[in-house]
């Protein structure tokens, strides 16, 4: 096995290209398109879809050196279920999760607005994990997937990057992966926060992990290809 390094901060980031996979978080048109739960928070959600052609191309850039892309969906089970009433219940959103929205139930499973937005639709064969909470490892099957695949080295992308990215983030670096954020593949309703979360992932010699352009890891992983 070869270990190559994609130039990140706050040092280089190394990896083996059997052991790397690009995770893309929650790119659903709940969270990037008018009318859905982002936006039923109050947020504006332009930001957001304004990351869509970066993260395509990272996407794009795994698959073409057959590197394997997963991609994550923040849902719930039509019966609410798998749905705390905490969480449900926070704040006075205009809608809550459930309720019927212009893109059908607020974050249902199945519905339209759960689903991916159409540019980064997942090819047949790549891993979707349905995730009930913040975190991709929190009361789904993400953990066994990866080690069944032997991946240790996760590359992040999507939204928002303070809440699922970084909790995911703070779940894999807890589990032992090497966890690397795509600073321009990812973005927040809060430019500060997504500034504050790259900062404090990257302090202390990368208590959390990683950061780096979609330039620099395009740039990394094409050497994984031609290796
Ligand atoms: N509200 C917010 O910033 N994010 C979420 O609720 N979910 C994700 O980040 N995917």
């Known amino acids: 096995m070869t270990t190559q390094t994609i130039g990140a901060a706050p040092f280089d980031f190394p990896f083996a290209a059997e052991e790397i996979a690009l995770i893309v978080i929650d790119m659903q048109r709940d969270f990037v398109e008018p009318g859905g739960f982002g936006a039923s928070l109050g947020n504006d959600v332009s930001r957001l879809l304004a990351i869509v052609p970066t993260v395509a191309r990272l996407i ?3 698959r073409a050196a057959r590197l394997p892309v997963l991609h994550t969906r923040e849902c719930h089970r039509p ?6 009433p905490a969480k449900r219940l926070r704040g006075a959103p205009s809608l809550r999760i459930g309720d019927d929205g212009p893109m059908g139930r607020i974050l249902i499973a199945g519905e339209p607005g759960a689903e ?8 047949p064969g790549e891993t979707v994990i349905d995730k009930p909470g913040k975190g991709a490892f929190y009361a789904t099957g993400l953990g066994d997937i990866l080690a069944a695949r032997g991946i240790r080295q996760l590359v992040f992308a999507g939204v928002t990057t303070e809440v699922c990215v970084q909790t995911t983030m703070r779940e894999a670096n807890d589990r032992g992966y090497d966890c690397l954020l795509a600073t321009d593949a990812t973005e927040s ?10 900062e404090m992932i990257t302090a202390q010699g990368g208590i959390v992990g990683w950061a ?3 330039d620099a890891i395009l740039a990394g992983i094409g050497g994984a290809r031609d290796a």
Do not use: N, Q, R
């Open 79 to 84: 019966d609410l279920s798998d749905c705390p």
């Open 212 to 214: 780096a352009t979609t």
């Open 60 to 62: 794009d850039g795994f």
């Open 189 to 198: 309703y809060f430019p500060a926060f997504k500034a504050a979360t790259v």
């Open 116 to 123: 991916i937005v159409p540019e980064l639709v997942p090819l």
